[in-house]
Structures are given as C-alpha cells and as structure tokens.
C-alpha cells in the first residue's frame, strides 16, 4: 500500500468504475466505490478525483457524485479533510487476518490499556455521524436562528427544537406531548439529576440497570431499591407506596433485552395513578427496533404519570449533550425552576441545528441508516455464534444496540478476562447489578441469582474492524 | 414604511450608493449601506440586492460585498433569513422620539412585563454574534474532526481547544498555562460549581458580586463570607486562615468597577501560600478593557495557588455553553474526576469550532470589534450624562460590558422604579450586595455603608436603541 501522495499520483483523476445495475444513480456508484474499497482496488488513503471529475467522466450529475462522497463519508468507507479532498479511509482495509492473541505478539501494558477491538455497549460508532448533513443543518438554523438565540438561555430549550421533537416523538415513539411539556437537558443523566431534585426519593430501579444512573441518584440523595428482572421486563408487581417513583427501560430492558410486557405496562401505570409515584421512563434505545415495529413509548398510556427521558446519544452522538424529558404538566414548572433561571449547559446553536435536523427529516434517515447498519451487525453476531459457539444463547436481540450472551454460571469474570487478553474490551452481565439486587431485604421482589452473560456492544466498533471482533469474541467464550 | 414586499419591489436589484473615502472598499461600502440605513433611504425590511448583483453594478469583488453584508448582519444593521435574501433589520430604524413615559402610553401590565430598554448588565448584544464566521469554524471542524469526536467526550474537553485557549490566554491575559492544566466546563458557574464538590468551604467573596454565585456556592454547602470592596477592588486584608478560597473579580470588580490594585493583587497571593487558600479569579470580561492595557491575569503571579475562570459568554455569547478554568497543577485531576467519567455537558462539536475560531484568530477579531463597539457605548454613556444628568458620577468604566451611577443615598429603588415605569430595565448596586455585609460579624473587614448606585449594562441593547434607552434613563435619575 503506497502512501498517500504516491496513490494520489496513480489513480490521477481517473478511476475506472463499473457502474453496474439500474435505478438510482446515487445508490450504484456508492455500491460500485464500496466494492471497489472493498476488493482492495482502492487501497486506504487514496486520494479520490474531484466529484466534478468523476461526474463528467461518468455522465452522472454532480450532486449525485458528491452526495455519493458525503454518504460513503458519513458511512466511514471514505475521509474527507480540509484542503486535502477526498480519499478512501484508513479503517476501510479489507480485513485480513491480524494475530493478536498474546501468544504472537506480546502484550505490553500499553497494549493491554488499549484493546484492539470495542465491544463494550453504549458507544455508536462514531464514524458513522452523519457531519455533511449536520453542517447543513448548522448552516440553515445560523442563518434562520433569531437574535434572541444568542442571548441568555430558556431554561425549558428552544421553542423550535421543542416543536420539532413534539412531532417526531409521536410519531416514532407514540409519545403524547406538545412542545409545552417537553424541557431539554444535556442528556438522560442530567434529566435524572433534575427529577432526583424534584421529586425527591426513595425510587425503585431495575435490578440490572446502568451503575452511573444508581450512583447519580444516590449523589443527589436517592437512594434506589432493585425490581427484579425477567424476560417480560422489570418485575413492577414489587413496587410499593413508600417509592416516590420507578426507573424503567420498557423499550428493551437495560441491558437484559426483555421489552416490558403489556401487563406490566398497563400495572406500572395503574400504580403510579394509585400511589402518586412517578414512571420514569428511560428510553435509551426505542428508535432502534428490527423484526417488527416498535413497541410505543408507557408515557402514550398516561402522560400525566410517566416522564420520558431520551437523548440522541444511541441515534446520533453523545458528543452533543441534548437530551429532552417529556413531562407531567405539574412537573414542568419545577424541573425549568431545578434547571436555574438561564439555560447553563446545551448550547442554543445546536439545539437549533438539531430543530432543522428533525424538522428537515435529516434525523429520520439518519436513524433509518443506523437501523439497518446496527440490523446487519446483529445478524453478523448471530450467525457468527451458530457458526463459531453455537452452545452459546444470545437473547436481548430484537432491539438496541447491543445483546446479551448466556454464559454458564461462574465463567463471566473468566471470560471477560480472557477477552482482555485477545484485546477485546467487553462487559459482563455482573457490571450492571443492583449491589442490593437478590437480598431479603427486597420487599415484593422476586429473588433471581446473579446470572452469568456478556454485554455485547455490537454497534462500537467501527465498520471494517467488526467481523475481526467478532472472531475474538468467539474465541474468548468458554467452551461449549 | 411599506411592507417587505413592496419595499423589496420598490427597490428591485438598484441600490443607489456613493462609495465615497478611500481604503478598504469593504469598509467603504458598510458605511454607505449603514448612513443608507441611518437616513431612512433604506427602510427596514427592504431586501437589499443580492451581493452578486450589487457587486457587478459598483465594480467591487463579489466577496467584497458578500463580507459587508455579513458584517452588517453581525452588526445588528441587516437581518438575513433563508430564502428570503439579506433585508435591513427592523431594529435598524432611524431613531425617532416615541413617547413611552407613562403620562402618554398607559402603562398596562404586558408593557410593564416587557420593558422597551434594557440596561440590565451582562448581556452582550446578541445580534453582534458572528454568525459567519462562526459558521466557518464549524465547517472545518466538522471536516476536520478525528472520529473519535463524535464518542463519549473526554471530561477535560477537546485538547485542540484546550490549546488554543492556553496560546490565547497567555498572549492575552498572561496567564501561564499549558493545555494540561486547563479543563473546559460549561461556563463559570459550572466551574464554582466543580471547585465547591472539590475545595469545600467555607469561602470569601466581594461583597459586591452575583448572588447567583453565591447561592450556586451554598447549594453545594459552600457559604461565602463578605470581604470589603472600595475602589482599588477587595480588602483582601480581611481573609483569614479559615477561609478555603476567595472568589475575586480582579480586573474589574464586578459590579463597582475598580480593578485590584497591584499591592492587594501581591497580598492576595501572599494569603494564598500562607494557609493553603486559593484564589478564584473570575476573569468575566478581562479582554474589555479601553484606556489602557488590560490588567493580566493574577493567576500569572502564581499559578499553583489561583484558578482563573473564564467563557465566552460575554466576548461571543453566553449561549454556546463553553468556559475554562486554569487550575494548579494539584486540582486538575481531583476537577476532572469531579466532571464525572465522560463529558456530560459541553459539546464536542462546539468545542471543535471554537478551537477553530481562537486558532484562526476570528475571536480576537471578534473581541477587538465587541471592544470598539463597548468603548463607543461606554463613551456615549458618559456623553449623555455630561450632557442631561451632569450631577450623577459614574464609576468602573475603564473597562467592561457595564458602569456604575453614583445616586444621592436613598434613592436607588425609587429611581429602579421609575426607570421602569419609562419602559427601561436595569438594576440598582444593592441587587449585588452581600446579605452579610457590613454586619459586626465580617472579621478584619471593612465597614462599607451600601451605597446607592445603578449598574448600566451598555452592551445589552441593540445598536439602534442605544441612544433612546440613554435618554430615558437620563429621565429616570433623581434632579441634581
């Protein structure tokens, strides 16, 4: 593989491309470039023509070319830097066997700090932001934004970003809200930073669940008690009168996978309307659902009961920090007055980009392509395990962006160990458990023993290094 | 005035203009478009020509002019909206004489709640944001981004701008700093928020400060004891051994205005070494500085025993949510943990385009013109008191966004009042006193009678209504 300049210099501007196959132009010469990067015809850094270029060489207008760039860009197949044009990327190898089992390289304490491969969930690939698109959305929401955007902060968000969300959320997620509910914040944890002021505790959480979100509430002087967990979802016949509110993931339990069944659902509401708690919904992951359609967010059931936590750090970036809460009507003058008289934290210019970037469907098609690309990552992890250890059950797959592996009892530490070993970074399932999960001490609840599992965080690692991941990961498994 | 419609087809694509004066052509054309605005031949909404067409007709270069009308669009003189081409701002009318005194409009409870003028300090003019050039920074940061930008945030903040801050600050403010020592936080008060959890109190504080920080101290179980404050700044004598920290506007007292004099800036750190303190230097408008060169940082004496905090939000806008506190050596690591495991707050991509704006030197560009334009205000403020209240002092205008109006003793809330019944907000000096000052208990401090004064926040309005609000609030002051 040359370098960069010695590439540039034999491909010139001519690249000789089959375009093969009808209907749109766009979607026939990103698969041509794909295979063409792929096959290793396009080596990695090779510089690309100019669009204007390779648009006459191939009869195709101009924007379809450099839509085509700013796609595969996005899809991180190609690279695009200031000044230096457009060229295949680095990751977009083709995979080739690379050992890095201890046995053939040694593992040096820098290595070990850095693993080779990612699967620890909660991290989309972040080559995947969609920067062309977001930049047009920058560009529009700067030049439309009115002057008061660049003053002092409202608490509760921008009108426009509140009108926008309103409208998507019900219609993805069959939330019921009009912008005069919704209060934006920097993501889920700071929507639960706000409700623990709020609302006050003690609150009950899932017994498997997210250690920041317990620690978080704890900090702010909530203590939460842990719901047993099953394939259905949290166990909510445990809730009691002295919880001032419950923690949920009813889209795709967090991390276990189980959606909360329809029962629990209609019960979780029938108790929050009995006792006066709070369901606080965390719906970290609800746009991304593959074999049938997504399951409605419980705030559709009674909007008055339930607050909706959601972020566009699964669908987009955690680099953003926007996140939104849709509210009971009386809690929105309370958690505006938690928040302080001016908005300290999400920027106001992107907030507004983000209103153009739902608002000019930017959003939809963004998640759409997540979708699919998260989809065929879950397949490829599937079928890896019936190939490579099909003794191991993976459950939690219908949803999210990550699944969980079964493992026999007393293995998972062994197992995340040895992964460490092959340079993977993964979680076990004993990570996310309540420390109080499983003792007397839980009223209602339903003793589950400490499973062993693995979190697989399948949409982590960046496109080309994937497949390679996966064979680690099989490798590390124990036995069957 | 007609409506835009016909204004726009009045003037169709000719704009008569007489680029008279020499130099700068861009700066030629954006004072004969300003006196254009100015005279009324431009009305308000009326959509100028576009810059293509406006550059064939004078002879000038397309960007030229493309760089005039963004410039009067940063300027608050043109509003551009998408799709509808670059128009003169409503606000740019020329100022007539509206009455707004009760005796001729009814006060009615909605004009009461919306005062026509705004002296309230510590708001820059928000149409003054560079929405260009802004819009540039995030073009090549976006372009320019490592993937890994788009992962969870790094609780320090972006090194690239962690660099430019420390070269800018440095050059700027003599702070001595390199990007290790610096951690990026939402804004100042993000920053008290973080040395509270990590300092702990209790602290000293100016008298005269924002009662929004001492009660962000508080909250966090911080309480602030008063120190004296006269016109070299704070009694700095009045620190003793059981104060933990001292939070201090040195180069401009906020409000009063006197920087601290150099022996209380030496003693200061002296008290520092002493007993372990540390000095919290809030560096709000360091860079605003007109009569002289500004005042460098007191972190520069001594940077292992000061923080300096400092934002953009009063040189660029206190929306984008991006500060920085310059910590000793000792605290980065105990600030850092304090942020929490990822950046939960500040946006990598805004941290990316202001890295980009301070390295491309667009924000000194922005800071120089945000100077002029306050030194202008400042000037036309002390004109018009010369002028129409030549019996009231005015204080603390060497520098900063805000000056102080010495009042006759008791007549501060009366004169607040009257203010508002003539349609103007602003804010009397005993909004910013300590509740605790001048009590016997303020050990080694000063008696300071509360003084009756106004604090004039002259950068808040937009550029046209300027000169009326002065005029009025030369009405609301008390006869000499």
Partial sequence: MGSWVDSAEVLGSDLPLELSGTGNRRAVLMAALRDAVRSGRLAPGTRLPPYRSLAADLGL??????????????????AARQGSGTRVAERAAPVTPVAVAPAHRPCTPERAARPVHD??????????????AWLGSARRALAAAPDDAFGPGDPQGRPE?????AGYLARVRGVRTGPERIVLCSGAAHGLRLLAQVVGGPWAAEEYGLPFHRDLLASHGVGTRPLGVDADGARVDGLNRRDRAVLLTPAHQFPTGGPLHAARRSAVVDWARATGGLVVEDDYDGEFRYDRQP????????????VLLGSVSKSLSPTLRIGWMVLPRRLVGPVVAAKGDREQFSSATEQLTLADFVGSGAYDRQVRRMRQRHRRRRDLLVAALGRLAPHVRVTGIAAGLHAVLELPAGTERA????????GLAVEGLGAYLHPGAGSAARPGGVETPARDGLVV?????????????LEVLCRALPPG
Same sequence: chains 1, 2.
């Fill in 415 to 422: 197992t995340v160990l040895a992964a460490g070993r092959l």
């Fill in 61 to 78: 207008a101009r924007n379809t070319v450099a839509d085509a760039y700013a796609e595969l860009v996005a899809e991180g197949w190609l």
């Fill in 119 to 132: 699967l620890v969930q909660g991290r989309p690939d972040p080559s995947a932001f969609p920067r062309t």
């Fill in 457 to 469: 965080g399948y949409a982590t690692p960046p496109e080309a290094g994937y497949p390679e991941a």
């Fill in 295 to 306: 399951v409605g967010a419980v705030q559709g059931l009674d909007p008055e009961h339930v």
């Fill in 161 to 165: 970003l509140r009108r926008a969300l």
